[in-house]
């Protein structure tokens, strides 16, 4: 959950579609009936505690067999150890989304409540992934998945109230937060890697978000790009906002063209850009969406924050001049190790005894008791590499069958949430009817790779002069450094010479496939990243990184002290796309019909929502838990 369209840009977009209303690869290709990661291939893991585990982490082997077995061939045990545990809610999926459930559950029924949260991962948290190092006696952290709260006052009200009873003050973590800081709405000065046809790189910084946009001078920094000086003049003219790339058409066929075409197909046919010209507006398309332009509408695109907006006519190019401001160019928040800080908050609510304090100032720093996760004692237990294989009402009770360790078991409970990928739902419910799950399989989590890598020395990071760099056509779409918010219990990294840790992103198949839909795509992308080695990734990741920073004394083998991998097959949850998915009338999209009320079971997560952001996981929650105490 990374960057979300500004309110206000899309707002005004969605007013002016009124407005206009009102005036090469089949996909049968990736159908594996097995893990595809063989023996020789496991990646490593290394750490004790959880956060500070290294190697490939997210989907990390060992989280995803069982899974994998029920939902592609077929297969779970025949027979379940029954514990004899009873619970009055059991909550499948240990992510934002579950934690919220048994939260909500917890506040309506009372602190008494027996609660079990099962999750098939290491860890808790989902996507809200916390990596942390320690380095010449300091500690470092890193963002795994889940990056930030974005527009957090337009959150619900239900979604405040939670986050601050957990003691999160919007207002205090703003001051937190560097305003400079990419993932936090700076961008100031942004450096661009590019390659040309010939082989010539080069790095450029400067204030490159705000040329996007008419906001600073574009001319000095498109002068320096290695590229033909015919290709640098299409590029000023259309970012100079004064040509009208539509010329001619009425304002209902504008929308059409803008809702039908690919952003790719507008840039190389109406603009006239080459091809590499305009991956330049990849990066951040890949970031939200896992591919590039040529997978989404010229609507989808601008709407995201990529240049296009002045450059379609009236009334989209007062927008640009009206709401597009490039020191605001994004509004969100961000904890030192991203939204898993929400998720450490909830935990230690939940089960008070894992960690000390009881505010958002000492929990940066708080170090969690992983063996009172799950004892007795307590109501509320997180089982962790537990995965569900089966969940079934029977009789007045919903038994949930999983598999922990390797070892078969069974628990039952008076209501269950799930908090779990939408499409392994139909295998854990096959009694469910034919349409809803179809509902839940028609969406396909958008792949991602985030990247954390712990260097003995910044000084050469800190010498490229740009926090974060755009990598059109890089391994990796976008490199920066992990957030610099600075808490009462943690301070980021400052001197020079300090320890630093690089975050980067990688969206695996940058272009979409021809012939195959988003979805395709994605699954496409999916088996991709399950395919390729931990040496593979790292070996990738130290020469992007030479490539940005040797010419700053940067040495790879030298100052990389750690690089953890956090793979994302199943990455944000699936959101329509205009050049894909049909029109669908409010209350019958498939994850409205997949969400559906089951009986004593419910289902929260981001994908019931249609919406990769914490807002919308702690909605589902709120909704799945209502429905089930109604």
């Not at 939200?288 to 709407?303: C, I, K, P, Q």
């Not at 927008?319 to 961000?334: F, G, I, K, P, T």
């Amino acid at each position: 959950m990374t960057i979300r369209n500004p309110i206000s840009r899309r707002d005004f977009l969605d007013g002016v579609a009124l407005t206009v209303v009102s005036a090469a690869l089949p996909p049968l290709a990736f159908a594996q009936t097995s893990s595809p990661l063989s023996k020789n291939q496991q990646p490593p893991i290394r750490g004790d505690y959880p956060p500070e585990r290294t190697g490939m982490r997210g989907n990390h082997p060992g989280a995803f067999d069982d899974a994998h077995a029920l939902a592609r061939n077929g297969e779970s045990p025949t027979a379940f150890h029954d514990t004899g545990e009873e619970y009055d809610l059991v909550v499948v999926g240990g992510g934002i989304s579950g934690l919220a459930a048994a939260l909500f559950f917890q506040q309506a029924r009372g602190v008494g409540q027996r609660i079990l949260i099962l999750d098939n991962h290491d860890d808790f948290g989902g996507h809200a992934k916390r990596n942390e190092f320690h380095t010449g006696g300091k500690m470092l952290l890193g963002v795994g998945g889940s990056t930030n709260l974005e527009y957090p006052n337009k959150y619900s009200d239900v979604a405040k109230d939670l986050l601050s009873g957990l003691g999160v003050d919007f207002k205090q973590l703003k001051r937190a937060n560097d305003p400079d800081y990419f993932f936090a709405g700076g961008t100031r000065e942004t450096g661009m890697f590019v390659k040309s046809q010939t082989g010539e790189s080069a790095l450029i910084t400067g204030r490159w978000f705000g040329a996007f946009h008419g906001k600073a001078d574009a001319k000095p920094l498109v002068d320096q790009l290695p590229y033909p000086r015919s290709e640098k003049k299409k590029l000023l003219k259309f970012l100079g906002g004064k040509w009208d790339y539509l010329a001619g058409r009425s304002m209902f066929e504008r929308s059409e063209y803008l809702s039908s075409t690919s952003y790719r197909d507008f840039l190389t046919s109406r603009v006239g850009l080459a091809p590499d010209t305009a991956s330049l507006f990849d990066p951040a398309l890949l970031l939200n969406f896992s591919v590039g332009g040529d997978g989404l509408s010229v609507n989808e695109a601008v709407n995201s924050g990529v240049p296009g907006l002045s450059a379609i006519g009236w009334p989209w190019g007062l927008a640009e001049r009206l709401l597009v401001d490039e020191d605001n160019l994004y509004e969100a928040l961000l904890f030192p190790d991203g939204n898993a800080t929400v998720a450490r908050l909830m935990v230690r609510r939940l089960i008070p005894g894992v960690a000390e304090g009881n505010s958002m100032a000492d929990i940066a720093a708080a170090r969690f008791d992983y063996s009172k996760l799950d004892i007795a004692a307590s109501p509320v237990r997180i089982r962790l590499n537990s995965t569900a294989v089966k969940v079934r009402e029977e009789g007045e009770t919903v038994a949930v069958s999983y598999i922990q360790n390797g070892k078969p078991a069974r628990v039952r409970a008076k209501h269950c949430v799930l908090a779990c990928f939408n499409m392994i739902i139909p295998h854990l419910c096959p009694e469910m009817t034919d349409e809803q799950k179809d509902g839940l399989k028609y969406g396909s989590k958008a792949p991602f790779i985030w990247t954390n890598v712990l260097l003995r020395d910044g000084a050469a990071i800190r010498r490229a002069a740009a926090e974060t760099i755009l990598c059109p056509q890089g391994y990796y779409c976008i490199v920066s450094k992990a957030p610099p918010v600075t808490l009462a219990d943690f301070s980021p990294p400052g001197e020079q010479t300090d320890p630093i840790v690089v975050f980067m992103v990688r969206a695996p198949i940058r272009h979409k496939i021809p012939d195959m839909t988003i979805r395709d795509h994605y699954r496409a992308g999916r088996y991709q990243l399950l395919e390729t080695p931990f040496s593979e990734i790292e070996t990738a990741t130290k020469a992007q990184l030479m490539d940005l920073y040797g010419r700053y004394g940067f040495d790879a083998e030298r100052d990389i002290e750690a690089i953890t991998v956090n793979r994302w097959s199943h990455g944000y949850a699936y959101t329509y796309r205009e050049l894909d998915d049909p029109d669908f009338e409010k209350g019958a999209f498939p994850h409205e019909i997949g969400r559906r009320k089951f009986g004593r079971i419910s289902i929260a997560n981001s994908d019931s929502e249609a919406r990769a952001y914490l807002d919308a996981a702690i909605d589902a929650a709120w909704r799945a838990v209502t429905e089930q105490l109604a």
